[in-house]
């Protein structure tokens, strides 16, 4: 049997990304776990998060979570997602600094640092202000084939909730972009691995169909 993990590292509701994986993979069996042998068994791993970068790389370390999470990294499809993503980058500037995993190139920021400077975030095509977080629906720019976009239309929509963005410095890992007030990573990842700024699990159709594509991708290009 298809084995999907969710990993859990006790910071947030997964009910909504449980329900929605099941959803879609009708032959698989999906968990959500916090214990490092139950990822370490599946045959493919789910890792969304929420809050805050630094609350999550510590939870990871002090549940013995992180070594279990880079072993399905290298060895079997994953998926990250929304926090998931940010932690795969080398830094992130929230709480002052934190080390991330450092999987993928490049750094995570606030929305509206740029260029070393805080400033009122503006949209750039009509002016207006924008709120932060980027909180709701918005297109994302698939800027590489991967097949987890098979059947996903180029600048669908999806949903966002988040206030720190990932600045990819490798375009080869960069699969697709979005823009609010500037242009940051929505999804990146090589090889066996895939992680996105959005939230399938409540973007609808497009979501469901990028998790259904994860729950028989093989981790192949």
Request: proline share 4%; hydrophobic share 40%.
């Amino acid at each position: 049997m298809n084995r999907i993990a969710v990993v859990d590292f006790g910071t947030g509701n997964l009910r909504s990304v449980h329900k929605a994986i099941e959803h879609v993979a009708h032959d698989a069996e999906v968990v959500v776990t916090g214990e490092p042998s139950r990822i370490s068994r599946a045959d493919r791993v789910v890792f969304p998060g929420q809050g805050a970068i630094g609350t999550c790389i510590e939870a990871l370390v002090q549940t013995g979570l992180r070594d279990a999470l880079l072993e399905a990294i290298a060895n079997k499809p994953f998926l990250g997602i929304c926090l998931g993503l940010q932690a795969l980058y080398t830094s992130s500037e929230e709480g002052g600094g934190t080390e991330c995993l450092g999987i993928l190139a490049g750094e995570v920021q606030h929305l509206n640092h740029v260029n070393g400077a805080w400033n009122e975030f503006h949209d750039q095509v009509s002016g207006l202000r924008l709120k932060i977080p980027h909180m709701g629906w918005n297109t994302v720019t698939q800027t590489r084939p991967h097949p987890l976009w098979n059947g996903i239309a180029q600048d669908e929509r999806f949903y966002f909730v988040h206030s720190y963005c990932a600045l990819g410095s490798n375009p080869g890992e960069i699969y697709g972009t979005c823009e609010y007030g500037r242009r940051f990573t929505a999804a990146g990842g090589r090889r066996n691995m895939f992680a996105v700024q959005f939230h399938p699990e409540k973007s609808q159709h497009a979501g469901l169909t990028l998790l259904r594509n994860f729950a028989g991708w093989d981790g192949g290009a």
